[in-house]
């Protein structure tokens, strides 16, 4: 990790968050990355700028700085599991662009960099330092994030797509940026509109990443969000297709980086009545506490992220604090609307700021 200043420090101790990421760099933000036998995450990594680090992450011109936030084995499907840190110092050069298969699948041979880059301008081969950052953790779920030493923003930047290459299905998204690690501007509406495709033809999943002032923490990140429906603002529900309102949601959390099912956020009872789908309004917000009882109250119409009270247990950091939320969609056989279809509908929305 690169030196921190005492002022920095000093700072992050007063607001309970890490002083790694908070000093001025470039920074690029890659909120979802899954790695199992047959998925595989691919990066894009664009570098614009010679304000870079050396190998021991001081100011220089070689080196971009990448962690990757895990979670791995049995926890990557554990939501409330926290996430593992692993991170290097690995080549670059001005006008960049690093293509990485995260789990090594794609370029065995090459460190995980693909599409025959050269290794000239950016010696990266010449290294020996292997870019697939989740090579040895698969099955495993988190984010990546990268920056540089410049001190202004836009001289980084990205792309992601998820691709289970064993079906041929993908999904992708453009990596955040922002010139330190304060990434809590990139929390997802709350609430969002959303709506809900029939549950016994296609599966609706929510990927959730909580984002913080310091979206760079030392060591691990246990950040922990929620999300719920909460469409009526006054309490849990949701409404089915001929606008009925139907209640009986289940809040979920979670910590660091988690999938959340959308039949998970809904009770039994309210399953059933809602079948053929509908739309709710997905809250997502930052937790200080792992209370199960915690829940916004009081909500208007009109808010966007404005719940006015949590109980005692758990309470929001800011008002712009939450969680940046995607969300899945794929059918389960092979129809759409009950009619035949030839291949997999596989469709992502990251919901935005």
């Known amino acids: 990790m690169f030196a921190k200043s005492t002022l920095a420090s000093a700072v992050a101790a007063a607001i309970g968050v890490s002083a790694v990421g908070i000093a001025q760099a470039d920074s690029v933000f890659f909120p979802q990355v899954v790695l199992s036998d047959t998925v595989t995450t691919i990066a894009s990594v664009i570098n614009t700028t010679a304000s870079n680090w050396d190998n021991a992450g001081n100011v220089s011109t070689t080196h971009l700085h990448y962690r990757f936030y895990y979670k791995a084995g049995v926890n990557a499907s554990d939501a409330t599991a926290s996430c593992e840190e692993y991170d290097e110092y690995l080549p670059t050069s001005i006008g960049d662009i690093q293509t990485i298969d995260l789990s090594g699948h794609f370029g065995a041979d090459t460190l995980g960099v693909l599409f025959n880059d050269p290794s000239i301008n950016n010696n990266w081969a010449a290294t020996n330092r292997d870019y697939a950052f989740g090579r040895n953790v698969a099955p495993a779920r988190g984010y990546l994030y990268v920056d540089n030493s410049a001190n202004s923003g836009n001289t980084l930047g990205g792309e992601a797509f998820v691709f289970e290459f064993g079906s041929g299905a993908a999904w992708g998204y453009q990596a955040y940026n922002t010139n330190n690690a304060n990434y ?140 940046v939320v995607i969300k899945l969609e794929y059918n389960i056989g092979g129809t759409f609307n009950g009619e035949s279809v030839g291949g997999t509908y596989n469709n992502a929305i990251i919901y935005q700021p």
């Open 184 to 323: 809590a501007w990139a929390a997802s509406a709350s609430p969002s509109l959303v709506p809900l495709m029939p549950f016994g033809e296609i599966t609706t999943a929510f990927f959730v990443t909580p984002v913080s002032v310091d979206q760079a923490p030392d060591v691990a990140n246990d950040y922990r969000a929620r999300v719920e429906f909460f469409t009526s603002m006054q309490r849990g529900d949701v409404y089915d297709r001929d606008e009925n309102l139907i209640s009986g949601t289940v809040p979920q959390d979670v910590v660091c980086v988690a999938r959340i099912d959308a039949m998970d956020l809904l009770s039994d009872g309210a399953m059933a009545r809602i079948a053929d789908g509908g739309w709710a309004r997905l809250l997502n917000y930052r937790l200080t506490s792992n209370s199960s009882t915690a829940s916004p109250a009081n909500i208007n119409a009109t808010a966007t992220d404005d719940a006015a009270s949590l109980s005692a247990a758990a309470t929001k950091l800011t008002a712009d604090d939450g969680a």
